[in-house]
């Protein structure tokens, strides 16, 4: 009786296991397919948005060679400007979901730098049509070039856009290429399609002409980075020299930036005070491109005026002469002063400097000379074409000036302007009004906003 019970106990407790393994087997089956069709849903939504942001940037450049078109034909400014207008922002939104389709942008540079530049010369031309300036003979011929390659890019995306719908490849194939370069990614798919998007702007390098947005001033290639390129040691020697030999008791390097804008070695210093000081120094030239160093200050002892006489003193001292403050904030206890590099009485904001200075013993926490170190050179300043009293005319007469001189200011497309500055006020609020030096053109109208913890103008 006693074995039959233990047989009977057994296969119980085989059964049981056999039980719960097909349960488990079950399970798992089930969330299989749920994963499967999860993951066929998300292959499916990403396709969808792939095929919607292709579908629109076949359209946006339809619009742009459309447009493009009416350009080389339109007669008067104000209609040029109507039509230039339009192409501006329909080759910004060809960009827009050009850069949406799964593709890395290197891939395409061509392709986005042409989109870039038919945005930016058609903002040119347009300014200068709503300033009643008809187009020049060069300007109508770099339209022509440039409706000749949108040609081009229309007929290729249409045929694309043919094999997309045949089927003959999904945006999937192209994800799943990793970093293959571009060209191989879609040889395989379609030779008569995608692989000849860039193959359209081979020989394409920009269009040479001196205006806003010509080629060479848009060059990435920093200005003020002087000097030959040099090793760690030489950059540690640098680091040390900036913060003060006699401040450093030890120095950590941090490894090398080479993907940064600027390259730059980074290191660690340990002040005497054991405060830590963060540095980077640029691998062309040995420049410092930021310091950084961070402390509790509980008052605030130096004024703002002894604050900027102390970060001039420490400019100078550091190779960074004619240097002025323009704007600056406080913050627990720390001022921050940009300043902007000064030519022959002539202020250049682009080549920018931010100081942080503590208020509590005017020592220097921070230097930043990216904008310096990208823009700094010295600039050709014989383009005054008017004077400042014809530059005032244009003026709103409501503005009561108080100071005015002259300046070069940034465009948001990299490039420079040349103009008089006149800083005024109207009832209670103050701008900063910037008139063309070489053609009388309001270019820009800055808020200067003044409150106790600092002047900035936006």
Not at 14 to 38: E, N, P, R
Not at 183 to 198: G, H, M, P, T, Y
Not at 268 to 275: A, C, G, L, P, R
Request: proline share 2%.
């Amino acid at each position: 009786m006693k074995n039959i019970l233990i047989d009977w106990k057994n296969r119980l407790k085989k059964g049981h296991m056999l039980s719960v393994i097909c349960i488990l087997l079950i399970v798992v089956a089930i969330l299989g397919v749920i994963l499967y069709q999860k993951q066929r849903e998300y292959r499916q939504a990403s396709e969808n948005s792939y095929n919607m942001a292709f579908s629109e940037l076949v359209d946006y450049v339809q619009n742009v060679e459309t447009y493009l078109a009416k350009s080389l034909i339109s007669s008067t400014p104000e209609h040029g400007a109507e039509t230039l207008t339009h192409l501006w922002r329909e080759a910004n939104l060809a960009q827009t979901y050009l850069s949406r389709l799964p593709i890395e942008s290197q891939e395409l540079e061509n392709t986005e730098k042409f989109l870039n530049q038919v945005s930016d010369y058609s903002y040119s031309l347009s300014r200068k049509n709503i300033y009643n300036e008809s187009l020049s003979e060069e300007d109508l011929n770099n339209l022509k070039e440039l409706h000749g390659y949108s040609v081009d890019l229309e007929n290729t995306l249409n045929q694309l856009s043919e094999d997309l719908n045949s089927g003959r490849f999904e945006w999937g194939e192209l994800t799943k290429k990793g970093t293959v370069a571009f060209a191989q990614q879609v040889d395989n798919i379609s030779k008569e399609s995608f692989s000849n998007l860039e193959e359209n702007f081979h020989e394409y390098s920009g269009l040479i002409y001196d205006g806003a947005f010509s080629e060479h001033l848009t060059s990435s290639e920093p200005k003020g980075l002087t000097g030959d390129d040099i090793d760690e040691n030489k950059a540690q020697e640098v680091a040390k020299e900036f913060v003060g030999q006699d401040k450093v008791k030890e120095i950590s390097n941090l490894g090398f930036a080479e993907n940064a804008t600027i390259p730059v070695y980074d290191f660690s210093i340990t002040t005497n005070d054991d405060e830590t000081v963060n540095i980077s120094i640029s691998k062309k030239g040995g420049h410092v491109v930021n310091m950084n160093s961070n402390r509790d200050i509980n008052t605030e002892v130096i004024t703002q005026e002894e604050a900027n006489s102390k970060a001039l003193e420490f400019l100078n001292s550091r190779g960074f002469p004619n240097m002025e403050e323009t704007y600056y904030l406080k913050q627990d206890g720390i001022v921050t002063i940009n300043y902007a590099y000064k030519q022959d009485d002539v202020i250049m904001y682009p080549d920018l400097i931010k100081v942080k200075v503590a208020l509590d013993n005017g020592e220097i926490l921070g230097v930043e000379t990216t904008g310096y170190l990208n823009n700094h050179t010295e600039r050709n300043l014989d383009n005054i074409k008017i004077t400042e009293e014809e530059a005032r005319k244009d003026l709103n007469p409501d503005l009561e000036i108080t100071s005015n001189g002259l300046a070069v200011i940034p465009t948001e497309w990299k490039t420079e302007l040349l103009c008089y500055e006149f800083k005024g006020k109207v009832e209670d609020k103050e701008f900063l009004v910037y008139i063309n030096a070489e053609n009388g053109r309001e270019e820009d109208i800055l808020i200067i906003t003044n409150t106790p913890n600092g002047t900035l103008a936006s």
